[in-house]
């Protein structure tokens, strides 16, 4: 293994570009100076457009965890019924949210490596007239199933007056979100997966329907009370200190986007996904996932005759490179690619090409190349 | 193409390890207080390790071309007679300087992907009695071939009084070199190729026999008079103000040559180019230079049925990838890829399946994944 060679292919925290890097590396700024009200003011349109919507995104310093806790705090008060839909470890977060603010959380459970159908969430809906808001999962970062949430947040307007509330952490900024056309009423992401920066940011985008609720809402909140986010954030300002130097990055950050253009920002998280899977197919190693219901951000896979974990230290061990294993019940079972954010094509052909050494180690007899040949010609459009 | 993504393959300058990027990034240190002093006594061991030798590694602000204006200055007076073998474009640029500074400058030309043969040397210095000094190239970057240094110097030992004089430029660092050992006289290298850092250090040291003649020289120089580097290393210090931030980087690089053990630095290297050369081989595009002339640093590979500038510009524009041309009558004919200094097999799995879909890209009719199998094999021994 070459020292200092870090290949970072799990599902985030992930590489960040140098220009972001080197961002924030700009010395420290006063954050009630007129420098932090103008970067604030900036970096508006680009996180709009990156969300698809033209409310407030508001940023709170905190993991994706507290992005959460505020969505259910702001949204929900004690003893009002909520719908968790749990497709894997982060649907069953929100639930353990729910559970912590005496929220009455029903849920619905979906096999691991599944999306959710519209038509469950409906029939739960019908039988459950007093549901305040359903919360879901958009990438479920722990199968890497990305749940058809533009068809739910449709059947939970036209079945009930819930708000549809959903994580979007493992995915926002790599696939399409179009919140204000969806109808989707409060979605939150973090910063260290498709939007290329490290941990530390959480972004909030509310529906006019949600800020209604979450103004009415009298449960005690202080440092998640979205509404001094959203008061300051129109004088370009934050209740508390920002994260600055994440705030700096993620100026370059949606410099990149627009370099890039969003729509080839998406394009290419489609294209590493179906290289991926592709490649996977044609050494016949099970994916967990279908093609239907595969996120663009992470692929999960499922070996049937060797040991994911064995594969994973090799990788490590041997290149540095860093993939993720499963959680929960999946421990062990699967392993998991990411593919998001500061990742390109070049970057799953490295990973391809060493997953195939790997494989040959811990004693798959697989045939060489084969992946990558696979992932080729997806990239070839053959 | 995905934006600030580069991957940088040419033969110099090379990626720089994140590590040394940080160090480089210290704050500035005064060049005549203590710690400047104790940085330079700090990097001796490490750099006698890297040239084999037990000699001052000189260090000065300067490209690698200073350096061996340095050597081709201090080791022969005007009018004296010098032997030039030129395997390339860079045994060419000793011939230039030589010429510049009134040296009768003979020269054997080998054809350019070709190592020189001792028996040439052997017969030129036979016929010319007078010539103090034979310069070559050890790694000629141009074609990729290295020459058999330690034979070479063998002979002019044997055959002649000259002194024996190295451009290590890109291969120091990254292919064993035993200065002491094989009777090399004086050797230079650059910091921008194996020793993983940017450009701006030339390195040099030169034998007890070279430090004769340097010393007896009363050829006018001041900037390139290495007397003063000798004089002042001693005391832990320079002549002129040292390049501080590449001094910085350059105890870093040191550091990780030491974690990874110089005999694993160079089996690294010859892993990298046996993968290169056979994933070529498996798609039967032909390389420049033999198995046997072949320098674990750089491959050239000569196309017959497509552009190989071409191609260069298909991983330029697609994928952020830089790939080197040839040089002189090469120019167009020729591409090269680096594989040294901050460079795995994952590095080369990832230009491999780069250069399989751009070669599909310009109308080479391959199969996919054939050559990133065939170093697959190379890397698992079979």
Same mark, same amino acid.
Not at 18 to 47: F, Q, Y
Not at 83 to 98: E, N, P
């Given at each position: 293994m070459?020292? &200092?060679?870090?290949?970072l292919r799990i599902p985030g925290p992930t590489p960040i570009p140098p220009s972001v890097a080197r961002a924030m590396s700009r010395p420290m700024i006063g954050h009630r100076d007129p420098e932090t009200a103008e970067l604030l003011e900036k970096i508006k349109p680009g996180l709009q457009a990156v969300f698809g919507t033209t409310?407030?995104?508001?940023? @709170?310093?905190?993991?994706?965890?507290?992005?959460?806790?505020?969505?259910?705090?702001?949204?929900?008060?004690?003893?009002?019924?909520?719908?968790?839909?749990?497709?894997?470890?982060? =649907?069953?977060?929100?639930y353990k949210i729910c559970q912590a603010h005496d929220i009455k959380a029903h849920r619905i459970d979906v096999p691991w490596g599944e999306a959710?159908?519209?038509?469950?969430?409906?029939?739960?809906?019908?039988?459950?007239?007093d549901?305040?808001?359903?919360?879901?999962?958009?990438?479920?970062?722990?199968?890497?199933? @990305?749940?058809?949430?533009?068809?739910?947040?449709?059947?939970?307007r036209e079945h009930s007056d819930a708000l549809t509330i959903v994580d979007g952490v493992s995915c926002v900024g790599g696939v399409e979100t179009k919140m204000d056309e969806w109808g989707i009423d409060l979605i939150i992401t973090g910063s260290q997966k498709?939007?290329?920066?490290?941990? =530390?940011?959480?972004?909030?985008?509310?529906?006019?329907?949600?800020?209604?609720?979450?103004?009415?809402? &009298?449960?005690?909140?202080? %440092?998640? &009370?979205?509404?001094? %986010?959203?008061?300051?954030?129109?004088?370009?300002?934050?209740p508390y200190t920002p994260a600055l130097s994440l705030l700096f990055g993620l100026e370059q950050v949606l410099k990149l986007m627009k370099e890039e253009r969003m729509e080839q920002v998406f394009e290419r998280h489609r294209v590493m996904k179906e290289m991926t899977r592709e490649a996977f197919?044609?050494?016949?190693?099970?994916?967990?996932?279908?093609?239907?219901?595969?996120?663009?951000?992470?692929?999960?896979?499922?070996?049937? &005759?060797?040991?994911?974990?064995?594969?994973?230290?090799?990788?490590?061990?041997?290149?540095?490179?860093?993939?993720?294993?499963?959680?929960?019940?999946?421990?062990?079972?699967?392993?998991?690619?990411?593919?998001? =954010? %500061?990742?390109?094509?070049?970057?799953?052909?490295? %990973?391809l090409g060493v997953i195939e050494i790997a494989l040959r180690k811990v004693g798959k007899d697989i045939e060489l190349g084969k992946g990558v040949q696979a992932a080729q010609k997806v990239y070839l459009g053959q």
């Amino acid at each position: 293994m070459l020292p &200092d060679q870090q290949l970072l292919r799990i599902p985030g925290p992930t590489p960040i570009p140098p220009s972001v890097a080197r961002a924030m590396s700009r010395p420290m700024i006063g954050h009630r100076d007129p420098e932090t009200a103008e970067l604030l003011e900036k970096i508006k349109p680009g996180l709009q457009a990156v969300f698809g919507t033209t409310q407030d995104v508001l940023i @709170l310093a905190g993991s994706g965890t507290a992005g959460l806790e505020a969505a259910v705090t702001n949204a929900v008060k004690p003893n009002e019924e909520a719908l968790v839909i749990v497709t894997g470890a982060f =649907g069953d977060r929100f639930y353990k949210i729910c559970q912590a603010h005496d929220i009455k959380a029903h849920r619905i459970d979906v096999p691991w490596g599944e999306a959710v159908s519209p038509d469950q969430v409906k029939a739960h809906l019908n039988e459950h007239t007093d549901i305040k808001a359903v919360f879901m999962t958009y990438c479920e970062t722990s199968t890497g199933v @990305l749940n058809p949430i533009a068809d739910i947040a449709k059947v939970v307007r036209e079945h009930s007056d819930a708000l549809t509330i959903v994580d979007g952490v493992s995915c926002v900024g790599g696939v399409e979100t179009k919140m204000d056309e969806w109808g989707i009423d409060l979605i939150i992401t973090g910063s260290q997966k498709a939007m290329m920066l490290p941990p =530390g940011l959480t972004f909030l985008v509310a529906s006019e329907r949600a800020w209604k609720v979450m103004e009415a809402n &009298d449960r005690p909140r202080f %440092y998640f &009370d979205l509404r001094t %986010y959203r008061n300051k954030l129109a004088q370009n300002s934050t209740p508390y200190t920002p994260a600055l130097s994440l705030l700096f990055g993620l100026e370059q950050v949606l410099k990149l986007m627009k370099e890039e253009r969003m729509e080839q920002v998406f394009e290419r998280h489609r294209v590493m996904k179906e290289m991926t899977r592709e490649a996977f197919k044609a050494l016949n190693i099970p994916l967990l996932t279908t093609d239907k219901d595969a996120s663009p951000t992470v692929t999960a896979v499922k070996p049937v &005759d060797f040991s994911a974990d064995d594969l994973r230290q090799v990788a490590k061990k041997e290149f540095g490179m860093s993939l993720a294993g499963g959680q929960q019940h999946l421990k062990g079972k699967i392993f998991r690619v990411g593919h998001m =954010g %500061y990742s390109s094509p070049a970057d799953v052909l490295q %990973y391809l090409g060493v997953i195939e050494i790997a494989l040959r180690k811990v004693g798959k007899d697989i045939e060489l190349g084969k992946g990558v040949q696979a992932a080729q010609k997806v990239y070839l459009g053959q």
